[in-house]
Nanobody, 114 residues
Framework: QVQLVESGGGLVQPGGSLRLSCAAS????????AGWYRQAPGKPREWVAT???????NYASSVKGRFTISRDNVKNTVYLQMNSLKPDDTGIYYC????????WGQGTQVTVSS
């Protein structure tokens, strides 16, 4: 069974940057679209960004211009570069592979606070 493992979360001050990574145990990102989602305390999980197999990128309006999604098919890894972070970006960030049933990682915590 394919597994996704996120890393790169942490505590950062407003205006700072973080890069999240999502490593897959198998070569799936060359076949399926990948996305990042996040869930803030007390709120539902929301979509953040998606990269297709054709490298087309889409972003939620709240992060457009600040976040960049990318992937490395050789390393079986998807990234989320987050710049100009705001307190509202705080939450658990989850990686998702758009397979038939969908695969989720376990999440990585991002906290934006001074």
């Amino acid at each position: 069974q394919v597994q996704l493992v996120e890393s790169g979360g942490g505590l950062v001050q407003p205006g700072g940057s973080l890069r999240l990574s999502c490593a897959a145990s198998e070569s799936i990102f060359a076949i399926y679209a990948a996305g990042w989602y996040r869930q803030a305390p007390g709120k539902p999980r929301e979509w953040v960004a998606t990269v297709t197999t054709g490298d087309s990128e889409n972003y939620a309006s709240s992060v457009k211009g600040r976040f960049t999604i990318s992937r490395d098919n050789v390393k079986n890894t998807v990234y989320l570069q987050m710049n100009s972070l705001k307190p509202d970006d705080t939450g658990i960030y989850y990686c998702h592979a758009d397979t038939f049933l969908g695969i989720w990682g376990q999440g990585t915590q991002v906290t934006v606070s001074s």
